[in-house]
């Protein structure tokens, strides 16, 4: 059972790039999936989550500039960040929790983490 987060680098303030979340042994079907990132010298905090059915949730400080997406066919989730801006900075990681709602506790399955930085 494995989820990898990929898709991190260096981009420009203002700059997109998309997250991926690959599930490996396991199918993402019947898991919510949340977005978790940590800043340096910050806490972990989970940003966006997206249930089995599709239904999905944001913290404030991303609403708007990122979303989240399914692909149950590829067993992927992705996180498409727009706007990007240097406060975004942080090792990004996915996780999955059974379940019917959107969590940002209880999280049984745990990716290594991406890093994406902002900065001109």
């Known amino acids: 059972v494995r989820l990898q987060a990929s898709g991190g680098g260096l981009v420009q303030p203002e700059g997109s790039l998309r997250l991926s979340c690959a599930a490996s042994?396991?199918?993402?079907?019947?898991?919510?999936i949340v977005w978790f990132r940590q800043a340096p010298g910050k806490e972990r905090e989970g940003i966006s989550c997206i249930s089995r059915r599709g239904t999905s949730d944001y913290r404030e400080s991303v609403k708007g500039r990122f979303t989240i997406s399914r692909d149950n066919a590829k067993n992927t989730i992705y996180l498409q960040m727009n706007s990007l801006r240097p406060g975004d900075t942080a090792v990004y990681y996915c996780a999955a929790r059974g379940g019917w709602g959107c969590y940002y506790n209880g999280m049984e399955y745990w990716g290594k983490g991406t890093l994406v930085t902002v900065s001109s």
């Open positions: 042994g396991f199918s993402l079907n019947g898991y919510a």
